[in-house]
């Protein structure tokens, strides 16, 4: 590639950046203007929502990070119990995953149930959850876990089960252990698609967060502080929520996207996509 | 060393291999050439204990193949899929010692021993994807070596690289053997199953049959230029070639 193509590649991409992040500013101005003409009280204007976002979460005192008392006492809280139930997805999706790819007995009894468990939409089983976890962070990190497993869980089954026969008979012919089997072939080699997975969960785990906060038993966290709020008509601090919950949203799929760019930096050169 | 006895196996109605006899004393570099879909590859799996024949046996050190024999390498021809592209070309080589209960600072120590008898001793610390198809397959060779096996198959292991490459990966094989490694090489390539051989044998078309059995009378230091042009380097090749062409000696 040439200097010049280089330059060019380099101003694209940084005009990219721009019209997204322009389009973006363009929208929120929009809506700045659109709510000042109609002066809906459903409808704050976004630079009162931003306002409101920095007095209830971000307005503390430096020595606490900014956070105010009710950032501490309901934002932290819901992303405690989202980290919670996303590691449990996490550690036991993988972990049976791995058994289930490599297993094909046991594939074959799991696999209907499996099936059949993942397409139950978790909201349903809140009856359940209720009767069977304690009312509160029990129930709330069991609803996250019901619907963040399956992408895991069924990813890195379907990983391990394709992982190349050569790499296995590498692994045959000098006699790895099974333990090295498992950590230094089949674990690696599933980890693409584990991420897959991972990027599903992450958004799933958000959802039933805040779903999980609407349920009865519930005491704080943002999905509380938006019901709470409806009820009183507390319009901005609403939106504060879902805004709050938009933003959540992003930058913990960001975090996960650097995480697997650093850790699946071998994927992407081995596909020849970025050496 | 190995004995191959009477071996003979099937994939579904598909005769692939019968009858095959072949003996392999210690130390010796015995070439496999026949034409394509011969079951080659069939019997080395069979020798690797990576499968089991439907008849007959094989016997490597004095004992049946049952599982993976001990003290075995293998290099496969296809070395992208083989070498693990989530480790560096070190730690792919060093992989097979951790079963041997080395400590860490030991097997790093063989795999840098190894790599520097391939002459990849700068590139330890890449990828295998950062390197050429040549360099892939002396990685695959090294991984092989520091294992130190006795018995080292080949299955066509310089059948995806370019002509030149293929060349020095075969006199990079000549300068590595010995030290009573006994090598099987499979190869589909007439002129590389008599360079690189100290016998021939010649399988025939499906269903797999040693068909012939050469010994290699050519000076152990070998050249690619001047052992191509000797007499009996000339006479082996056509005779091979025919063997492999006709099917029948």
Redesign the interface.
């Known amino acids: 590639m040439s200097a010049g193509t280089g330059g060019r590649t380099v101003v694209r991409l940084g005009a990219g950046v721009l019209h997204r992040w322009l389009a973006l500013a363009v929208v929120v101005a929009a809506w700045e203007v659109g709510t000042r003409a109609a002066h809906s009280p459903f409808f704050p204007a976004p630079s009162r929502i931003t306002s409101r976002m920095y007095h209830l979460w971000f307005s503390g005192p430096a020595t606490r990070l900014f956070l105010t008392a009710d950032a501490t006492s309901n934002v932290v809280p819901s992303l405690l119990r989202m980290a919670t139930g996303l590691a449990v997805s996490l550690v036991a999706g993988v972990g049976l995953g791995l058994v289930l790819g490599r297993s094909e007995r046991v594939f074959a009894y799991v696999d209907p149930a499996f099936q059949f468990a993942r397409v139950i939409p978790p909201p349903t089983l809140v009856p359940v959850f209720i009767v069977v976890f304690k009312l509160g962070t029990q129930m709330q990190i069991a609803a996250i876990i019901f619907s963040a497993i399956w992408p895991i869980l069924l990813n890195t089954t379907d990983g391990a089960r394709s992982v ?1 026969r ?2 296995m ?2 692994a ?6 099974a333990a ?1 089997r498992v950590l ?2 089949i674990f ?2 599933t ?1 693409p698609k584990i991420f897959a997975g991972l990027r599903l969960s992450l958004s799933l785990s958000l959802i039933l967060m805040v779903f999980s906060e609407l349920l009865p038993g519930t005491a704080n966290g943002i999905g509380f502080e938006l019901t709470d709020a409806q009820s009183r008509s507390d319009l901005p601090t609403v939106w504060a929520a879902i805004v709050l919950l938009g933003i959540l949203g992003y930058v913990l799929n960001a975090i996960l996207l650097a995480v697997e760019r650093r850790v699946l930096a ?2 992407r ?2 596909r ?1 996509t970025d ?1 | 060393m190995l004995s191959i006895r009477e071996v003979g196996h099937s994939y579904a109605g598909h005769v692939a291999l019968r009858d095959v006899n072949l003996e392999v004393a210690r130390g010796e570099l015995v070439s496999i050439v026949g034409p394509s879909g011969c079951g080659k590859s069939t019997l080395l799996r069979c020798v690797a204990g990576l499968m089991r024949p439907g008849q007959g046996r094989v016997v490597v050190g004095g004992a049946e193949v049952s599982d993976v024999p001990d003290d075995l390498g293998v290099v496969f021809q296809d070395y992208s899929r083989s070498l693990l592209p989530w480790l560096n070309v070190r730690d792919n080589v060093a992989l097979p010692l951790r079963r041997r209960g080395a400590p860490k600072e030991e097997r790093r120590a063989a795999a840098a021993r190894a790599l520097d008898a391939v002459g990849l001793s700068a590139s330890a610390r890449r990828y295998p994807w950062q390197l050429s198809g040549g360099m892939q397959q002396r990685v695959s060779i090294a991984r092989a070596l520091a294992f130190r096996p006795s018995l080292l198959l080949m299955d066509e292991p310089f059948g995806s690289v370019d002509a030149q490459t293929r060349e020095e990966l075969e006199d990079l094989l000549l300068r590595i053997r010995g030290e009573g490694m006994t090598i099987l090489f499979v190869t589909h390539d007439i002129d590389e199953s008599v360079y690189v051989g100290d016998r021939v044998a010649v399988l025939s078309r499906a269903p797999g049959t040693v068909i012939a059995d050469l010994p290699v009378d050519l000076p152990v230091e070998r050249d690619q230029i001047t052992t191509r042009e000797l007499r009996e380097f000339v006479r082996l090749r056509a005779e091979v070639g025919r063997l492999v062409r006709d099917g029948a000696p």
């Open positions: 190349d050569l790499q008979e590498t045959r012919v000098y006699k790895l252990s090295d230094k072939i690696p080699a980890l071998w994927h050169g081995s020849g050496a």
